[in-house]
C-alpha cells in the first residue's frame, strides 16, 4: 500500500491544518490507519490512529483534544483536522497503515513519505 500524505504548511500559534493521506488505487477499508510525527533530533512518535472500521480512535495526550482522526474510505483518505496548534506541534507527519491499530510505530508496514508542518509562535 503506497500512501501520499499532504496538507503540511506554516501556521502561526493557535491555527488549524488539516493533513490528508490517500492511497490512489487501492482499498484500504480494510486497514487501521495512524498518524505520527517527527520533530528535528526526536524519535518518531505517536498522535493518532483509527481502526479499519473508523469506530474506535486513540490520540497522545499531547494532542487530545486538539487533534481529531478521520477517515472516508470511499476516497481511500485519511484526515488529521489539527486545531490549537502550538510551536511544539512543528515536525514532519507520516502517516502509516496496518491490519491492526496501534500507538506502535513498530507495527506499522506501510508508510507515507510525510509533510511538513511548522507552527511558528
Known amino acids: 500500500v503506497q500512501l501520499q500524505a499532504s496538507g503540511g504548511g506554516l501556521v502561526q500559534a493557535g491555527g488549524s491544518l488539516r493533513l490528508s493521506c490517500a492511497a490512489p488505487?487501492?482499498?484500504?477499508?480494510?486497514?487501521?490507519l495512524g498518524w505520527f510525527r517527527q520533530a528535528p533530533g526526536k524519535e518518531r512518535e505517536f498522535v493518532a490512529a483509527i481502526s479499519w472500521r473508523g469506530g474506535r480512535t486513540y490520540y497522545a495526550d499531547s494532542v487530545k483534544g486538539r487533534f481529531t482522526i478521520s477517515r472516508d474510505d470511499a476516497k481511500n483518505t485519511v484526515y488529521l483536522q489539527m486545531n490549537s496548534l502550538k510551536p511544539e506541534d512543528t515536525a514532519v507527519y507520516y502517516c502509516?497503515?496496518?491490519?491492526?491499530?496501534?500507538?506502535?510505530?513498530?507495527?506499522?508496514?506501510?508508510w507515507g513519505q510525510g509533510t511538513l508542518v511548522t507552527v511558528s509562535s
Open positions: 488505487g487501492r482499498t484500504f477499508s480494510s486497514y487501521a
Open positions: 502509516a497503515a496496518d491490519k491492526k491499530v496501534s500507538g506502535n510505530r513498530y507495527e506499522y508496514d506501510y
